[in-house]
């Protein structure tokens, strides 16, 4: 998990909010700043590539496609054959304050709009198999720094981040469908310490992930499909973590949904849900305090068919879902300089009392509430 | 921003004498300017240039420091630089154009104290106010029963421009100062692809208050926009079913109080604000960037890299309130925008029928960002917040490509920023 999670937020600090993001910059060991935002940010991809809808206004995805023949659909689909490819990539972010291998005296981030992402596809061509890949992502209030004295980061009350991922193919083939969603809301990560403060992810706020692959006309190639999606939410990562206060009282949701007819079935499907809320990785705690009481749900489903069905059906298959909620994690100390660290006591209080649902009865399922895991 | 110097440049009509070091100018600015050029044949055109430019308080000095400038346009300017082309074949007899560019340029308040491949000279204080201002750049290329290779439309509004080395004074005023109120910016072009068309390039651009001090900024600086649009479209449409579409590049731009400082900043000493302040105050449709194509069967192919290797976006659309680069941040910072609504758009729309209607290294990007602040330094100040930003408002970035057929390396990009702090 921790390293997931670092290797998350380093592809984060890496996604590009700025081009020179990863640069050193000399920011001043009291720098005090204070980040607000309200309002919406909404993207949106969309792409229908039903040809001659506009003329006639009837699609013409059925036309007997005499190039490769109707009868050629029913095959595997050869090698030779171009692929179309359709990226579609949305970013969301507000209050950002990087300063990797510096010091922050206090910041003061507060998000109080919506982030919404939307990449939608309908795919109507019959003469090549779609390759696409669609990726949602919104980022609210991250600080990234060598050393943070004092954090307080709202995400809400009222604030929400939204990603759809929809594709909707009808007569036409697919190839290789990759949907990816992550939300990430409240993270502070310092290379040494993280001092005081408070991340706050009240009861009106929510993360939502929806990746759906729809198909609707039995007639097609074989297709592959990952979803995943990853909320993340109150996440603290340094070498010692001290007097922070932590509530995560939204909800957090990962939809993965395939929908297809009979005859079509994908030949392999991946679908993963992860939601993180009130997170810390450290080697030193003192004084951390945390509070869940959201809700937390992920949701695998194809529709129409039970999963034992899809199990029977498809080739090769992948569910899996995990909640976390308080996970605290201290870690050995890296050198033996730090034995005096072994004996420090760590000191949090963890409260949990929330519902975590998955919806599959299949695939890999994981359910973690106030864990602490202490390595010495 | 080289060319649009040269524009500049190129609209200093006089030679300003020599004068002594800190001299005063003050300027002021209140008329109708109209730039409008206008053809309109029945056949064939080669290498054909319209330009339409505009020019109103423009300093443009090489040879000396000056003291205190002020340019001020406070009372219903309007430029206009409006490019026509038309053009229109038979069956029989199509029209073709090649080589032909338009260019429409409006320029309100502009000192220029950069030289290039030198140290610039510097300024003491710079006032730079527009009120009830309004600028619209055009270009429009009509065809009918005809196809063209090598189009470039270029639309630019600028109001508030400043470059210098240093700004050397620091007093309890703001010394760089440049303030817009119920302004309006229009650039567009339009271009009808008709039977096809092979190299068109579309570049719209307003921009409101932009100071670049390559040196230091002694004293304070503040930038303000209040209740003013900026509108950046292009168009290329009326597309005959099967015309295909080669090497299409629309870009469209709005930015709103943008300053770099390439050494250091320094407590001003304001009474009224942060040392460094930029304020975006807006409007309903304050910001829009959209770019439109229309095609048809014959289908887009996008360049597939430029000659550094750079993907090129065939569509990009950007929206910037409030950006500041600084070397060395010595004092405060604030950076507040409310009421924004920023649109970018992209849209690629199909027509007819045909398998060959297929997009191909094709790309879209629209962006929008608010409250952008990239430092190489910030200060140490103790008790004292040193960056400050707020936001509120909408961000919409939105892509659309509807009716094509294959798609072959197609992406669509869609990014909102507000509030972030980077180093350079």
């Known amino acids: ?376 | 921003m080289t060319k649009f110097l040269t524009s500049t440049a190129l609209a200093t009509i006089l030679a300003l004498p020599a004068m002594a070091e800190q001299t005063d100018i003050s300027q002021t600015v209140d008329a109708l300017q109209e730039a409008l050029n206008t053809i309109d044949i029945s056949d064939d055109a080669t290498n054909v240039s319209q330009a339409g430019i505009n020019a109103a308080n423009i300093i443009s000095i090489d040879f000396g420091s000056l003291d205190d400038v002020d340019q001020f346009s406070e009372n219903g300017m309007i430029q206009d630089a409006i490019n026509d082309f038309e053009t229109q074949g038979t069956v029989g007899n199509n029209a073709i154009l090649t080589d032909v560019s338009q260019s429409g340029t409006n320029v309100l308040n502009s000192i220029d104290l950069t030289v290039d491949g030198a140290q610039g000279f510097d300024l003491n204080r710079l006032v730079q106010e527009i009120d009830n201002a309004d600028q619209t750049a055009t270009n429009d290329i009509d065809i009918l029963n005809g196809s063209s290779i090598g189009i470039d439309q270029g639309a630019t509004n600028v109001m508030n421009m400043a470059a210098m080395d240093d700004m050397l004074e620091d007093s309890a005023l703001n010394d760089l100062q440049q303030q817009i109120d119920d302004s309006s910016q229009v650039a567009g072009n339009e271009f009808d692809i008709d039977l096809g068309v092979d190299d068109i390039s579309q570049n719209a651009v307003n921009v409101m208050n932009l100071a670049e001090v390559e040196d230091d900024l002694k004293g304070d600086s503040f930038q303000y926009v209040q209740d003013s649009t900026q509108t950046a479209t292009n168009e290329a449409s009326d597309t005959t079913v099967g015309a295909s579409i080669n090497s299409l590049v629309q870009s469209a731009v709005n930015i709103a109080n943008s300053l770099d400082v390439g050494g250091a900043t320094t407590d001003g000493g304001s009474l009224e604000f942060a040392s460094i302040g930029q304020v975006y105050e807006g409007v309903s449709g304050g910001q829009l960037a959209d770019n439109y194509v229309q095609f048809s069967t014959g289908g887009v192919t996008g360049p597939a890299v430029d000659g550094d290797g750079e993907i090129i976006i065939d569509q990009s659309a950007l929206n910037a309130i409030n950006l500041a680069t600084v070397t060395n941040v010595g004092w405060t910072i604030s950076q507040s925008a409310v009421d924004v609504d920023q649109q970018s758009k992209n849209l690629a729309q199909g027509i007819g029928v045909g398998v060959n209607a297929d997009l191909t290294n094709f790309d879209q990007s629209a962006t929008n960002v608010g409250n952008i602040l990239s430092a190489g330094a910030l200060p140490d100040l103790v008790s004292m917040t040193e960056v400050t930003q707020t936001f509120a408002g909408d961000q919409l970035a939105q892509n659309g490509m509807f009716g094509a057929d294959d798609l072959t390396s197609v992406t669509q990009a869609a990014t909102n920023v507000i509030n972030s702090v980077s180093g350079l």
């Open chain 1, 1 to 376: 998990m921790v390293r997931f999670t670092r290797k998350y937020l380093s592809v984060l600090a890496f996604f590009s909010i700025s081009p020179a993001a990863h640069a050193q910059s000399e920011l001043d060991p009291n720098l005090i700043a204070s980040q607000s935002m309200t309002g919406n940010q909404t993207s949106l991809n969309y792409l229908n590539n039903r040809r001659s809808s506009i003329l006639n206004g009837s699609p013409t995805g059925t036309t007997t496609n005499h190039a490769l023949g109707i009868d050629a659909i029913f095959q595997p689909v050869p090698a030779t054959v171009t692929l179309q490819e359709l990226n579609q990539s949305i970013l969301n972010a507000t209050n950002i304050l990087l300063a990797t291998g510096n010091d922050v005296n206090s910041i003061h981030q507060s998000m109080q709009g919506n982030q919404t992402a939307s990449n939608i596809a309908e795919n109507h061509s019959l003469d090549k198999p779609l390759v696409s890949a669609q990726t949602g992502e919104n980022l609210a209030n991250i600080v990234i720094a060598n050393r943070i004295d004092n954090v307080t980061q709202s995400f809400g009350p009222g604030a929400s981040q939204n990603i759809l991922n929809d594709l909707r193919s009808a007569g036409a083939s697919l190839d290789t469908v990759i949907q990816t969603g992550r939300n990430t809301a409240n993270v502070a990560t310092a290379e040494l310490s993280i001092g005081s403060g408070g991340q706050f992810f009240p009861r009106d706020t929510s993360q939502l992930i929806e990746n759906i692959v729809e198909l609707s006309n039995p007639i097609g190639g074989a297709f592959d499909v990952v979803q995943s999606g990853v909320n993340i939410g109150n996440v603290l990562v340094a070498e010692e973590v001290k007097d922070v206060t932590r509530v995560f009282s939204g909800s957090q949701t990962v939809r993965n949904i395939v929908t297809y007819p009979e005859g079509n079935i994908p030949l392999s499907l991946t679908q993963t849900g992860l939601n993180i809320a009130n997170f810390v990785s450290a080697t030193r705690v003192d004084g951390l305090s945390q509070v869940s009481d959201g809700t937390q749900v992920v949701e695998n489903s194809g529709d129409d068919h039970s999963l034992a069905g899809i199990a029977s059906r498809v080739t090769s298959h992948s569910y899996s879902s995990t909640n976390v909620v308080n996970l605290l994690e201290v870690n050995e100390p890296a050198s033996a300089d730090h034995v005096v660290i072994k004996n420090t006591t760590v000191s949090a209080t963890q409260t949990a009392n929330q519902p975590q649902r998955v919806q599959s009865s299949n695939g890999t399922h994981s359910q973690i509430g106030n864990s602490a895991t202490i390595s010495r």
